[in-house]
């Protein structure tokens, strides 16, 4: 099974601020690489897939990158509704995995 | 519009069955992969099990190997997973997702397995 091992585990940011998020494969997942955003009570959106393809309608302040086993998720400038947690999921082994998440919030 | 739609959750004690179900419209359901993906209280997104268009394929958690059964109706555009010998530890917000890198979401169904 691959671990995907996101960090930080949480982050206190101030809008405005530029985030980027980490996310680690113990092994090559290629770029078969997912982001996800989850708000509280709601089902999780993706945000990237392919490591770097942002998902329809979703703003230009979100950009992913990395292949192999590093990945990385930017926000340029956070919004107020970008405070969330964010998940990675690899998509080229089975068992599909995910990391445990990035809980990004509000200096 | 694209949309998925589970139902099915519910109480339900140690050791009992549910089945799960996933509606999908908008698209040619037959043409993608689908996903059963799970969040308990307060923790983080688990993949539980998945199956190829056609439905020749499947694929399984080992936490959940030997107990869910996925399948799905093309000619119905629906989604099913039988949840056998349920445990605690199977609580839950049960989600589908769409395709191998999950583009569209249900809203999810909650299963609650308490005595």
């Known amino acids: 099974e691959i671990v995907m091992t996101q960090s930080p585990a949480a982050l206190s940011v101030s809008p405005g601020e530029r985030v980027t998020l980490s996310c680690r494969a113990s092994?090559?997942?290629?770029?078969?690489l997912a982001w996800y955003q989850q708000t509280p009570g709601q089902a999780p959106r993706l945000l990237i897939y392919?490591?770097?393809t942002r998902a329809t309608g979703i703003p230009a302040r979100f950009s992913g990158s990395g292949s192999g086993t590093e990945f990385t998720l930017t926000i340029s400038s956070l919004q107020s509704e970008d405070f969330a947690v964010y998940y990675c999921?690899?998509?080229?082994?089975?068992?599909?995995?995910f990391g445990q998440g990035t809980k990004v919030e509000i200096k | 519009e694209v949309q998925l739609s589970e139902s099915g959750g519910g109480l339900v004690q140690p050791g009992g069955s549910l089945r799960l179900s996933c509606a999908a419209s908008?698209?040619?359901?037959?043409?993608?992969?689908i996903y059963w993906v799970r969040q308990a209280p307060g923790k983080g997104l688990e993949w539980v099990s998945a199956?190829?268009?056609?439905?020749?394929?499947?694929y399984y958690a080992d936490s959940v190997k030997g107990r869910f059964t996925i399948s799905r109706d093309n000619s119905k555009n629906t989604l099913y997973l039988q949840m056998n010998s349920l445990r605690a530890d199977d609580t839950a917000v049960y989600y589908c997702?769409?395709?191998?890198?999950?583009?569209?979401w249900g809203k999810g169904t909650t299963v609650t397995v308490s005595s």
């Open positions: 997702a769409k395709t191998w890198y999950m583009d569209v």
């Open positions: 908008g698209f040619t359901f037959s043409s993608y992969g």
């Open positions: 199956i190829s268009g056609s439905g020749d394929n499947t």
């Open positions: 092994q090559s997942v290629s770029s078969n």
């Open positions: 392919d490591a770097s």
């Open positions: 999921q690899q998509y080229n082994n089975w068992p599909r995995t």
